[in-house]
């Protein structure tokens, strides 16, 4: 992605403490995969961004896959 300043040094981070995002007045941010993508919020901004919600869907199932594989949870 052309301007992109993603940085990818976790190690460098300091771990967060407690819930990202305080549980007040049901600000609950969506928990799974079919969550985010049924949100009209994301929806609306995936659509503004041209996002392919397949294609996202996909890439996030793959990733969450990985992650289990490497963990040793599938």
Known sequence: MIGCA???DY???????GPAMPRKAGLVP??????MLSDQLIRTIMK????DPRELEAT??????NLARRRGDA
Not at 30 to 35: F, H, K, L, S, Y
Request: glycine share 0%.
């Open 60 to 65: 996030l199932r793959r990733v969450a896959r």
């Open 6 to 8: 993603m940085s990818t």
């Open 30 to 35: 969506p928990r799974t995969i079919d969550d």
């Open 11 to 17: 190690k460098s981070r300091p771990a967060p403490k």
């Open 48 to 51: 503004a961004d041209r996002v």
